[in-house]
């Protein structure tokens, strides 16, 4: 789910991966 812009919350069972903005904002 997209909680901000260019951050990317995944989870997966009790995995959370946070990935930041690739682009910079």
Same mark, same amino acid.
């Given at each position: *789910? %997209?909680? %901000? *812009?260019?951050? /990317? @919350? /995944?989870? *997966? &069972?009790?995995? @959370? %991966? =946070? =990935? $930041? $903005? @690739?682009?910079? &904002?």
């Amino acid at each position: *789910e %997209a909680y %901000a *812009e260019g951050t /990317l @919350v /995944l989870k *997966e &069972g009790d995995v @959370v %991966a =946070i =990935i $930041p $903005p @690739v682009s910079g &904002g």
